[in-house]
């Protein structure tokens, strides 16, 4: 390989890095928020969150962190 080709391949690399990094992100605010919302109030009070602080971190996009 030369090193035209080496650095070819390390700069594709790194531009798929930081969407999988984003991408990963996304996948966990998703998946907390949907069990955030399945969650009882007994449990939302375990936890530390009151209901109204549940439903604004439910409602939020999953890009938002």
């Known amino acids: 390989m030369t090193t035209y080709q080496l650095?070819?391949?390390f700069s594709t690399m790194y531009?798929?890095?930081p969407r999988a990094i984003?991408?990963?992100k996304w996948l966990r605010n998703y998946k907390t928020r949907q069990?955030?919302?399945g969650?009882?109030?007994h449990m939302l009070k375990d936890v530390g969150i009151g209901k109204t602080q549940a439903k604004a971190e439910i409602a939020k996009p999953f890009w938002k962190d």
Do not use: E, I, R
């Open 7 to 9: 650095k070819q391949s």
């Open 15 to 17: 531009v798929g890095f």
């Open 22 to 24: 984003s991408f990963t």
């Open 39 to 41: 969650l009882s109030d």
């Open 35 to 37: 069990s955030l919302a």
